[in-house]
């Protein structure tokens, strides 16, 4: 009975942002009979917002709490989320409440020089993880690979002057840089476009199948 509310609840919310958006406007402005209700519905997110965050502090710390209490492998990251957690929701709340200028300095410690910092190191790995993958992909083994190759080096070239200097004496529309331009410009544009409408797709049945209860396990019984 429980799920089936849940389901429900679901399916309404949906569908009122679905009608509100396609029915018809009224003539006096860019309104429908729905729209009255934007704001309520806005306020009822935030709430469960808040509610799915506090359970996903609950979840996190009741397992952190259970590596700790078990000393299993990598317990004192465990210790350390609680730290960090803590240090955070205390500093936060007092700069919202209590503001002074120490409350202040500790929040730009711990916000600015330690977590902004630990944020750019993660995002440096990736960029390093996908250098390294991007590499394994350009072996030229197949025609594709050979066009991807070929135009990673233009594209490339025509980004530094040696580009430019390496083709002076050619028709300007021939140039490195010209070239460079139109492969990123346009060619790379129009597959990036192809790519991003695959998602929005993809992203549209899934969101439909979570609406309408079709996905596995959600089924409306």
């Given at each position: 009975m429980k799920e089936r509310v849940v389901k429900i609840i679901t399916l309404l919310g949906g569908l009122y942002y679905f009608l509100e958006f396609?029915?018809?406007q009224e003539i006096k402005g860019h309104t429908?009979?729905?729209?009255?209700?934007?704001?309520?519905?806005?306020?009822?997110?935030?709430?469960?917002?808040?509610?799915?965050v506090g359970l996903g502090l609950i979840n996190l710390s009741i397992t952190h709490g259970k590596k700790v209490k078990k000393l299993e492998p990598g317990w004192i990251y465990s210790i350390a989320f609680f730290i960090a957690m803590l240090a955070m929701m205390v500093t936060c709340f007092l700069d919202t409440y209590h503001p002074t200028s120490l409350v202040r300095q500790f929040y730009e410690i711990l916000f600015t020089r330690m977590y902004?910092?630990?944020?750019?190191?993660?995002?440096?790995?990736?960029?390093?993880?996908?250098a390294t993958s991007a590499y394994r992909a350009m072996r030229v083994r197949?025609?594709?690979?050979?066009?991807?190759?070929?135009?990673?080096?233009?594209?490339?070239?025509?980004?530094?002057?040696?580009?430019?200097?390496?083709?002076?004496?050619l028709p300007s529309c021939i140039q490195l840089p010209r070239v460079s331009a139109w492969l990123l410009w346009i060619a790379?544009?129009?597959?990036?476009?192809?790519?991003?409408?695959?998602?929005?797709?993809g992203m549209i049945a899934v969101a439909l199948r979570?609406?309408?209860?079709?996905?596995?396990?959600?089924?409306?019984r």
């Open positions: 396609v029915l018809p429908t009979y729905l729209s009255s209700f934007i704001v309520p519905m806005g306020n009822i997110l935030m709430v469960l917002w808040a509610f799915a902004m910092p630990l944020g750019a190191t993660i995002f440096s790995l990736l960029a390093l993880f996908m197949t025609f594709e690979a050979t066009v991807m190759v070929v135009s990673a080096c233009i594209i490339m070239l025509g980004q530094v002057p040696i580009g430019l200097w390496m083709t002076r004496t790379n544009t129009a597959a990036y476009r192809a790519v991003m409408f695959g998602i929005y797709m979570l609406w309408l209860s079709l996905e596995k396990g959600m089924e409306l």
